[in-house]
């Protein structure tokens, strides 16, 4: 595989040189720390050798799983949230139609994808139900714990609705639980009503889950060649498991947002220009959100989609607050090449450009937004990913939580835990009149 | 109509009241800037009377014509960006269902809804124009000028489409152009071609034109009743037109995000539980982005949908940098009660609130959430809407756009230009070569 590479030219002025240099040797304890398993939250880097270590026979069982899935479905709905939802959503989003549920079937050649449990809006989950009417519906179920409620709601609606239509035993040939493989109310379920399992590994949190069956089974579900999304994420653990700035770009990418943020930017929006990308900026917010926002400290992660916010959120840009920093994700393939046709007469003055693909026009606006940013004070950072591909989804995932995990180590906090996310639910189950447990 | 309501309790703790008390004259002068067209921008205050000056007779012919079109097409391409598509998306998706286009043509009683010019993925298009074969096709294209790169070359592709589907004449009669009404590159193409038009108010900037024909011939075309849209907004018109912070809830709203502000929060994230709210997000965005980022200032906006956003976003905003403040928008009706339904045995656990609505479990998440994070130092305010219904929606944006100006006014910034927004287009045309003109 051609790699992934960081283009930092776009914060040389922005960063000094020297500074940078001189964090090598942190990056680089950092590096070892993660490696060494000796930093905090050592417990859950599963996720660091997964590609190598996830075993091929469960990989050949959850293919085979899919495959039966795919062929007898006309819907899949996904339940999940957080880390059990964004990883299969950005990949869907990146290598699925646009149209993905409109496609005919036979266009599609897998299960229209509807999500649920991601939130609590009884609107959402009435009109879902109907839709799934006339449709032969599976259901994947994914949460560690089982006790997590958005997902855990969802699927008391959805479990209802699927025993109602085809009886509870039926039913549970049709549902997958993806959940804890020794204990939790979600596994004790699926043991009891007969479904198909597959484990979310102890030693990995869920936002680093993407590679495991939490993000790999939808995909599979849908016909995403997951052995692929495995292999390239083999590719980049080989790859970024090196040393030094020269050879690996997580090291100069880490180094680099932290530097910034030490100088006084606040946010880091993660921006493209491909609306397929949409769902790996939600994915990518969760991932350095949570493993960076603690201690009254980190980055904010947006997500930002270009060209259509730079209609939006591009006069901020250019010219509010100067404490933002963007980094790019940027497709080097056309997928879809499409020639501006000419016109005559050329009422629109766009003749200048017929005969150019509308991909070359969405590049000129990428590097101009980059000049017109740089000059403005906005620091500037390009991942290039040489294509759209299945490989290239696992090995950009991969990419972004060795660097997130760097990151977090250079800014001092334990990247695998989340002690702020329990409050709201606390003061909910409080209000809720929930009983002890 | 019972008022939309700012509850600001939440933000007590964070701003002293004589700091807001003292800042009221302030207010009140931003306020007579507005009405008096006194204050910079004044030749763009059009939107501030417009639910009252919008001529009766053009109204009667826009749904006229969005009846037809209605009647005659299963497919609307709305071409469009920024302040030109952002405000029927906000309105469609409050107002129609999450499924709108999967819905069988009984079921919707109006055509599916594509947006295209609001970036230049070449996949998208490729996949658009495949996705309309076999629908019968009404296209609106909106833009005041008609130069703009995105909608200027999405309409292309799509007029050669339904060039080569309906010839010249036909085509013409399913095309209907928004624009300026007496000058533009596609004001003289729909001259040219016979299009139907509406204008653009002259002295309405784009993200403040919701509730002309850019946003009500979209929605119209759809279904929604953009009669009673008009009628919420001049319900809000008289009801924000009112001085001091007792009555008028948008001078309370303008003058604690401006204290906020000057305290030294950076960020604004509008926040909701209903994902049906996800476009007005978009809308908000651009709408204060654009009206105060500027001079190297302004709270950067961010949208968030919670409680999705809560397993992703949660854990920076329980405990990381404090610079964020957050402003909730909810519906007070329940638009779809579902009851949650009891199991047993009970084996995940959900049986204690069996019998309840799935909305009271998200109101409590809710509530949970504004004490945990006020706790956390984030200032809370809470935008209370009755209910989710085309008035609100006309009352809202107009809400929203008259807190705006007035929170541009005390940050001493224009609302209403936006001179960084031609930069990257500056540098694109360079990259591009585009002639002279």
Redesign the interface.
């Known amino acids: 595989m051609e790699p992934i590479r960081l283009d930092d030219s776009g914060a040389a002025g922005f960063v000094s040189p020297q500074k940078l240099f001189s964090l090598e040797d942190r990056v680089e304890m950092a590096h070892r720390a993660l490696h060494g398993k000796t930093g905090p939250g050592n417990e859950y880097l599963e996720w660091l050798d997964w590609p190598e270590t996830m075993d091929p026979q469960e990989m050949a069982r959850l293919t085979a799983v899919a495959r039966h899935l795919r062929e007898s479905s006309d819907a899949l709905v996904v339940i999940g949230?957080?880390?059990s939802y964004?990883g299969a959503r950005a990949g869907a989003e990146m290598l699925l139609?646009?149209?993905w549920?409109?496609?005919s079937g036979k266009v599609r050649r897998g299960p229209?994808l509807y999500w649920a449990g991601?939130?609590?809006?009884?609107?959402?989950?009435?009109?879902?139900l109907k839709?799934l009417d006339g449709q032969d519906v599976s259901v994947v179920v994914i949460s560690k714990s089982?006790?997590t409620?958005?997902p855990?709601?969802a699927?008391?609606?959805i479990h209802?609705y699927m025993m109602e239509r085809y009886g509870r035993e039926k039913a549970a040939r049709r549902i997958v639980a993806v959940t804890d493989a020794k204990k939790g109310?979600?596994r004790?379920?699926a043991l009891?009503e007969g479904f198909e399992r597959f484990s979310i590994p102890a030693g990995t949190g869920g936002?680093y889950s993407v590679l495991t069956p939490v993000g790999l089974l939808p995909l599979a579900i849908v016909g995403v060649d997951v052995q692929k999304v495995l292999e390239g994420a083999r590719w980049a653990r080989k790859w970024y498991g090196t040393m030094g700035y020269t050879r690996n770009d997580t090291w100069r990418y880490a180094a680099i947002r932290h530097l910034l943020y030490r100088q006084g930017i606040?946010?880091e929006a993660l921006i493209h220009?491909?609306?397929?990308l949409r769902g790996l900026g939600?994915w990518f917010?969760?991932l350095f959100?949570?493993s960076?926002?603690?201690?009254?400290?980190?980055l904010?992660?947006?997500s930002l989609?270009?060209?259509?916010?730079?209609?939006?959120?591009?006069?901020?840009?250019?010219?509010?607050?100067?404490?933002?920093m963007e980094t790019a994700v940027l497709f080097d393939e056309?997928?879809?090449?499409?020639v501006?046709?000419a016109?005559e007469p050329d009422?629109?003055?766009?003749n200048?450009?017929a005969g150019r693909?509308?991909?070359e026009?969405?590049q000129?606006?990428a590097?101009?937004?980059r000049?017109?940013?740089i000059?403005?004070g906005v620091p500037y950072l390009a991942i290039h990913v040489p294509q759209a591909t299945a490989e290239y989804f696992g090995a950009l995932t991969y990419f972004l939580m060795k660097t997130c995990a760097l990151s977090s180590y250079l800014l001092g906090v334990n990247p695998f835990d989340?002690?702020?996310?329990e409050?709201?639910?606390?003061?909910?189950?409080?209000?809720?009149?929930?009983?002890e447990?």
Chains 1, 2 share one sequence.
């Open positions: 949230i957080g880390g964004l139609s646009p149209f549920n409109e496609l229209r991601h939130h609590m809006d009884s609107r959402y989950i009435s009109a879902l839709q089982g006790t409620i958005e855990g709601l699927f008391r609606f209802k109310l979600l004790d379920l009891a936002r606040k946010l220009y491909d609306p397929s939600a917010q969760q959100a949570e960076e926002g603690k201690g009254g400290k980190g904010f992660p947006v989609q270009y060209t259509t916010d730079l209609h939006s959120m591009g006069q901020y840009l250019q010219e509010g607050e100067r404490h933002i056309d997928r879809s090449p499409l501006i046709p016109t009422r629109d003055r766009l200048y450009i693909t509308l991909e026009v969405n000129k606006a590097q101009g937004t000049e017109a940013h000059k403005g989340q002690p702020g996310v409050a709201y639910k606390t003061h909910m189950f409080r209000l809720l009149n929930r009983p447990s």
